[in-house]
C-alpha cells in the first residue's frame, strides 16, 4: 500500500484504487464525532489519473522525468511553488509568500532568497541606513547609505548610533536646548556641542538579550530579535512602535523541512527532501502484532471507545474517546487496519518538530503539544485550531498560555491603584506584570494567585514589597482584587476583607514603567527565563473587568474585541469566558489545569500524584492530615502519624497537655525571666504569692547588670508590701500600712505611669496606696532586661536603693506583665537556681479527669482540659455535647483567640464585631485587644458600663483625659437576649445595639490604623488599661451564643487559643 500527502488531499493507494480524502473543501477539525460526516470519498479507477501517476503494482512507471510524476506540464518553478503544482485546468502556478511570476520563479520587490523554504524573505533594509527598499536577491545585502554598513545597512561603521539623521552621535536631535526637544519611548534628553538629543543607551538591549527571546513582528510591520530590540528601535527613531504579535511579520527563511499543511490530521512530519516533492510514507509488511478480525462488532478507526477493548484494528488505541492507530503506525483506507510506516531513506535531517514550518495561520504562534502534537496560540480576534476562525470576545479567558499586552495611558511613578475583577481555575497562576524593562529587571508590579492566595509584589529599587491576602479564595467564583501603591506603601483588598498593608524597602519611592505596557496573563517571551522562574505560571480563568488610576486620573480598559478603542496592543490565546475547557475544574488533589482547546485541557499533578486527572494517588502522605509537627510513614497503600511528645490524637490533632510547675523558693532561690519590650512610660506587674516569713524579695529589675540604671522592685519587709521604682531622679516608695498573713495566697499589683505610682493588695480598694515622682522624668527604661523573681544572684546585683535583703521563702503561683499571663514560670524563665516544684495545695491532688491539667488560682484550681473533653472537671468528651450552645461567662472566664480568627494581624485598618449575647450584671468587659498596657497604646474594647454598651478604641492619638468612646442608648442588663455591631473603618467607628439607629463617630487625627499583639479576649482581662473606666476591669457575667469577626464565624470552643475551661448556658 501507498500512502503520500499532497495539496491538502490525502491518498490512500491499495490493490490498484485509490481512495482520495479531501481536506480544503472539508472540516479540518480532526476530532468531529463522525467521520462519515465530512469525509469525501472519491474512487479513481485508474492509479494513472492521480497527480503524480503513482501505481503501487511495481509495473506501472510514473511519468515525468526521474519519475517526478506529471508536474512537467506545469513548468512552475519548484522552488516557488507549493508543492510544485498547478491548477489542473487553468495550469496557473500557486505562488509561495513573498514570490511572483506567472511560474512562481522570481522574488517580489522588497523580497530576496527565492530558494527559501517558506518562500521569498523580505528586505528589511534599514529605512535610514539603506538608499533603497529591495536588495540582492541571493544574499539579502542591501544597498547602504554612505558610513553604512551591515546586511540591513543598521550599522554605523564609526559605531555611532544610527538615527534620522544617519550616524549621529546625537541620534534624534536638534539644534538647541533640552527646554525644546521632548524625548519620549524611555529616551533621554541630553545635550552636547549646542545640541540636544535622545539618548537610548539606558535601555539594556544588547545582543546577549536576544538569545533566549522569541522573534516578534512590529506594528511597522518589520520583525524584530526580541521586544527588547523593538523597544529600543523606537526609542532610537522616536516613533511609536509596538508589538503586534509573536513571530515573524512572516515566513522568515530559516532553515526548514518541507512545509506542513495546517490541519489536524498530520501532525508529524515524515520524509523531507530538497526538491520540492510531496512527503512520502510506505508499508513494506503486514503489521506487527496483528492476530486477525476481531469479534462483531467491529469499531474502526475514527470511532468512538470507551477503553482499548473497543478498537478492533491491530497496533490501536483509545485517546480521548477516539480510536487511533498507536505511534508509528497508519490507517489502513478502509480503517480496519493500523499499518506500520517506515521512512524513506534521506540524507536530510529528519525531525519530530511539528512547528517547524508553522502550521497555524493568521500569525498564530505554533507550540508543540504532547496531546495534540502541537497548539496554535491564535492572536486576539482569531480561533480555531488554526486560527483560520474569526472570533468576537466580550470576557476574556485564560488558558495558561494566554496573554492581553495593554497600553500604559496615566502615570504611575509615585501612585498607582489596579482594580480587577477575575475568577479562577487555578489555585496559582500570573494575573498582571509590568516591568521597567523588557528582559523583566528593573522596577516591576505583579498581580498572582499563589496557593490560592493573592499576592501583590512591586519593587521600586530598594527590593521587593510582598502583600498576602489573609484567606484562600474559591475557586471559579468572581472576585474583586484592589492593589495600591503610594510611594513606598502598598495595599491589597480582596473581596470584603480587611486591606493588608506593607512597605516596601529602601529609600526610594517612585515606580519607573513609563511606556511600558501591563501584561495580563502570560508574559510569554517578555521576560528573561531567570526571572520567569520566580513567577507562578500564566493565568487560568476569566478576567472581567481591569481599571488602573492614580489620584488625577481613572482609566477603564475595554477588553472586548474587536475594540472600538485601542486600549488592547496584542493577545495571544484568548478565548471568551465559559468556553475554557478548565471551567470544571477536572483537576484533583490541587493540580493544575492548561487548557488547550474548548474541550481539551491537560493536568500538571503535584508531587505525589498522577494519572490524567490527577486522580491517582502515589503517596498516601501527600494526602496525610497529620499535624506539622508529627512525621507521616507509610504502611502499605495508607499511612500513620508519629506524633510529638506533646501531641496524641490519630492524626496528632490534639495537645497533649503538660502539667504546670508552679516554682518554690526556699531562701536561696531565684528565677530569671526576660522581659522583652515592656514600654517605659506605664507598666502593670500583678503577682500571685505567699510566703512563710515575713522579709523577701517578689521580684526586681534594672536598666543594667548589677543593679545600675533605672529599677523596680516588689518587696516584703516585715510582713509589710514595699513598691519602690527610680527614673533617675530619686527613688520613689510606696509601701502599705496594713501587714499580710504568712502562709496565705495574695495578689499583689503594681503600676506605673508616667510619675504616678499605684500598690494594690488584694484587690482590696482599702489596701490601695499611691505615690508621684518628684523629678521630671516620667520613664522608666526596663525594656529587654531581666525581671529577677524571688530573689538575686548576689548582694552586688541588688539596686542600691532597693532596700532588699532577703531572698524569698515562699511560692509565686503566675505572674502578669502588662495583661500577659504567666503560669508556668518555670517553663517560661531564662535560668533557675534552686528553684523546685511546688507540691502543696490546691493542686497536690488533681481533681481533672481525662487528662486534664491542674491550674492553681489562689487556692482554688481550674482544669485545662485535653481538646477532646470540656466540663469543670473535664468530664464531658466534646462529641457528646453541644458545642455550638452558648458559652457561660462568670466574670473570671477570660478566653483568648487569634484577632483574624485563623491568623493574627498586627495592624488592622477595620474592624467589626457582631455579638449575641445577655448579661447578668450591668457592667463587665465584653471583648478587648490592645498593645500595650496604658491608655496612650492602642487598644480596641466593648464594654458594658452602667447598664449600656460602649465601643472605644485609641489608634495612637487619644489621651487618657481624651478618651474616644461611642455609647449607646439601650439598656441591656434586663437579662434579656441582645445584638451589638460594632464597626471601625481606620477613624472611623459605629454601633449599633438592637434596633437603635446606628452611632457614628470619629477619633482623634493623625493615625488610622490599630497596632496590638494579635490576641483577642473575650470575657474581660485580668488588667485593662488604668485609665478607661473601672467597669472595664471587670470580667463579664453572662452567656454569649454568637460573635462574628470580619463577618466570619468565630467558634468560641473550636477557635480558642488554649484549652482554658468552658462551661454552657441554656440558649433560652
Known sequence: MFVTFQNFNFYFIDNNKILKIDLIKKNLDFWVNSFHTWVQNDVIEDCSETQYGCCDDGVTAASGPNFDGCTSVCTCNRYGTIDNTCHPNTNKCECKHGVGGAKCNLCLPGYWNLKGIN????????????????????????????????????????????????????????????????????????????????DCSNLPCLPKDH?????????????????????????????????HHLAPCHNDNRKTTAPMHPNRLSRKTTKHTDDGEADVTRSTEKPKGQTGPRSSPIVKILD?????????????????????????????????????????????????????NNPCRNNGLCRLDKDLGYRCLCPIGRSGSICKDNGRI??????????????????????????????????????????????????FLSLSLRDAYVEFRFDVGGGPMILRNRHRIQLNQFIHVTASRDGKDGS?????????????????????????????????????????QRLPMGFVGCIKTFHVKNKLRTHLYDLSYPQVSDHIMSGLDIAECGSNSCNSLPCKYGGTCLAKDSDVYSCVCKHGFTGRDCEIVLDPCVMANCHESSTCQIYGNSYKCICSSNREGEFCEFEKLQPIDVPEFSGNSFLELPLGDIGSTAMTFTIWFKTSKPNGVLFYASTYAGGNGDFISLNIVDRRVEFRFNMGSGTI????????????????????????GILLIDKNPQYNYTGESKGFLTELNLDNSILYLGGFKSRFDIPVDSNITYNLTGVIQRMY????????????????????????????????????????????????????????????????????????????TYLQYSNEISEESAAQRSNKYYIKFRTLKSNGLILYQNGKSNVLGDYLAIAIVRGRVEFSYNLGKQSEKDLHIIRSAVDIDDGGWHKILAERHEREGTLKVDNEKLITDSSTEGASQLDTNGILLIGGKTRVNIELPEDYNQGFMGCIQQVLVNDRELHLVQHRRTSSAVNFCDAR
Open 733 to 756: 516608695v510606696i509601701s502599705s500600712d496594713a501587714v499580710i498573713s504568712l502562709d496565705t495566697w495574695h495578689e499583689v499589683m503594681i503600676d506605673k505611669t508616667k510619675k504616678f
Open 304 to 356: 468512538r471507545c470507551l477503553n482499548g477493548d473497543y478498537c478492533s484494528a491491530g497496533n490501536s488505541q483509545c485517546r480521548q474517546g477516539i480510536c487511533q492507530c498507536k505511534q508509528g503506525y497508519m490507517s489502513s483506507s478502509d480503517l480496519k487496519e493500523c499499518v506500520e510506516v517506515e521512512t524513506l531513506p534521506t540524507d536530510e535531517h529528519v525531525t519530530d518538530d511539528s512547528c517547524i
Open 394 to 443: 466580550t470576557t476574556p479567558s485564560f488558558s495558561g498560555m494566554s496573554q492581553l499586552i495593554l497600553r500604559h495611558y496615566i502615570q504611575t511613578d509615585h501612585e498607582i491603584i489596579i482594580d480587577i475583577s477575575f475568577k479562577a481555575l487555578n489555585y496559582d497562576g500570573l494575573l498582571l506584570f509590568s516591568s521597567q524593562f523588557p528582559n523583566g529587571s528593573g522596577d
Open 492 to 532: 491589597l483588598t480582596v473581596d470584603k476583607e480587611a486591606p493588608v498593608l506593607g512597605t516596601a524597602p529602601g529609600s526610594l519611592v517612585s515606580l519607573n514603567l513609563v511606556d511600558r505596557p501591563f501584561y495580563l496573563g502570560n508574559p510569554q517571551s517578555e521576560i528573561d527565563k531567570e526571572f520567569k
Open 119 to 198: 518562500g521569498c524573505s523580505r528586505c528589511e533594509c534599514n529605512r535610514y541606513g539603506s538608499t533603497r527598499t529591495d536588495c540582492e536577491q541571493s544574499t539579502g545585502q542591501c544597498q547602504c547609505r554612505h558610513g553604512m554598513t551591515g546586511l540591513k545597512c543598521d550599522k554605523c561603521t564609526n559605531g555611532l548610533q544610527i538615527g534620522i539623521n544617519g550616524c549621529d552621535i546625537y541620534g534624534v536631535s536638534i539644534q538647541g536646548t533640552c527646554m525644546e526637544l521632548v524625548c519620549g519611548f524611555g529616551g533621554e534628553c541630553k545635550e552636547q556641542n549646542g545640541r540636544a538629543y535622545c
Open 817 to 892: 506583665i502588662n495583661g500577659k499571663l504567666y503560669d508556668d514560670l518555670m517553663l517560661s524563665a531564662k535560668d533557675k537556681i534552686n528553684v523546685l516544684p511546688y507540691r502543696g495545695a490546691p493542686c497536690n491532688v488533681n481533681p481533672c479527669l481525662n487528662g486534664g491539667v491542674c491550674i492553681p488560682k489562689m487556692d482554688q484550681v481550674e482544669c485545662k482540659c485535653p481538646a477532646k473533653f470540656i466540663g469543670v472537671k473535664c468530664e464531658k468528651r466534646v462529641d457528646s455535647v453541644n458545642r455550638d450552645r452558648p458559652l457561660l461567662f462568670d466574670g473570671e
Open 211 to 243: 538569545k533566549n527571546s522569541a522573534v516578534v513582528c512590529g506594528s511597522d510591520g518589520r520583525t524584530y530579535q526580541s521586544e527588547c530590540q523593538l523597544q529600543r528601535t523606537s526609542c532610537e527613531q522616536q516613533t511609536h512602535l509596538y508589538m
